[in-house]
């Protein structure tokens, strides 16, 4: 299975047919960024979308003063942005949780801005099961994508509240941006350590990994894909690894980086690696980090959380 996001690109222009036969005939599926107030849009994209045979996923997304992201601190504008979305979506299209602190704390985050947890206790206590319970008896497939450091530990999910254990989600998509593992180290990460983070986030046997960035960022300083070949990399570690649902992040740098095809056939069409990359220590660290503060964090841990490591995060 391929999946490409599609988070800043007008709905009118998802549709374009153009670009729908380009997905059809490589079999990749759609997630789309929906905000509340593009529902009417969505709808029309998803009478598109079944008519050109391709998959669509959507992906709600909120305001940024609401965190923009699903979490612990907006668990009800998310739901009723969600049931509002669906009652306007024809048929039972899969929803995805995209499940990271909010917005504004991650920015901070990232630059080693941010000391405090991003929600209070209260919000941190918050959960996103009643939606996700509501979606699936509706007969909606709720998938989650998350931050690369979550799956290691239930208490990744207090310290960034990000709730994913209890959502009984068709598949958990760990982010494995190696473009982001680079642009966010501060220069602890270079290519080859980033290759070997993908090897190692690929070989805990995640259901799906989500690759990129080609472009196109909701931070806006995101680094990208030098080029296509750095995504042809990716997907053969991926696929070596044994992962082979990968999703791409996103249309938004596909479109803007010339023609779409060297992008779209290095996604669908490249063979596992023959060889995966060498270890390195700095992988090697960074995965063990990400394993203690998931196993070490106590849920009584004080409101000034744990030392953020920009390392090991990621984004979108």
Known sequence: MRRL???HVPLS????RALLAALAERAIELAVAVFPHQHAEAAE???????????????????????????GANPVAFAEHVE????????RPPILFDIEPPIDWTRRALHGHATRRPTDRSARRATLRPVATRLRAAGHRVDVVV?????????????????????KAARVEPMAYTSLFEGYSGGTVDRRVARDLLRRLGAEGPAALSLGVVGGGALGDERAYR?????????AIARATGV?????????????????????????????AERLPEPTRRGAALIALARAVGAAFS????DRGAPWSPSAASRP
Do not use: K
Not at 84 to 91: F, M, Y
């Open 45 to 71: 994209l998803a009478r598109r979308a079944a008519e050109a045979g391709v998959g669509l996923v959507l992906w709600p997304l909120l305001p940024d003063h609401l965190g923009r992201w699903p979490s």
């Open 5 to 7: 996001y599609s988070e």
């Open 227 to 235: 080029g296509v070949s750095e995504l042809a990399d990716d997907v």
């Open 299 to 302: 849920v009584a841990d004080s």
């Open 13 to 16: 222009a998802v549709g374009d």
């Open 244 to 272: 082979e649902s990968l999703s791409l992040y996103a249309l938004d740098g596909v479109l803007e980086r010339g023609a779409i095809e060297p992008w779209l056939d290095a996604f669908t069409r490249t063979p596992p």
């Open 84 to 91: 509002a979305l669906v009652r306007e979506v024809p048929g």
């Open 147 to 167: 931050p690369p450091m979550v799956p290691f530990g239930r208490r990744w999910e207090r310290l960034l509240a990000t709730p994913i254990s209890d959502l």
